[in-house]
């Protein structure tokens, strides 16, 4: 078996295999909060298999927001 679809721990969490979705900017979130529509996009990487999913871009502060 390949190397990306073995499993892999770091620490004391174990991912399926290496094949991560890294944060996208979608300018989807409602002031600075996921929506119903990150859940659907995100679940399909999900049920695609990916081993790691990373949501959209954060901010602790709205001043550091790439967007509104």
Do not use: K
């Not at 499993?7 to 991560?20: A, D, E, G, K, Y």
């Not at 600075?32 to 954060?58: D, K, P």
Request: aromatic share 8%; with cysteine.
């Amino acid at each position: 078996m390949s190397l990306l679809f073995s499993p892999l721990s770091i620490r004391s969490v174990t991912f399926r295999n290496r094949l991560w979705v890294s944060p996208m900017c979608m300018y989807s979130a409602v002031d600075g909060l996921v929506q119903e529509w990150h859940h659907t996009h995100l679940a399909q990487f999900a049920s695609g298999g990916a081993g790691l999913i990373v949501a959209e871009a954060t901010a602790v502060l709205p001043e550091g927001r790439i967007s509104p």
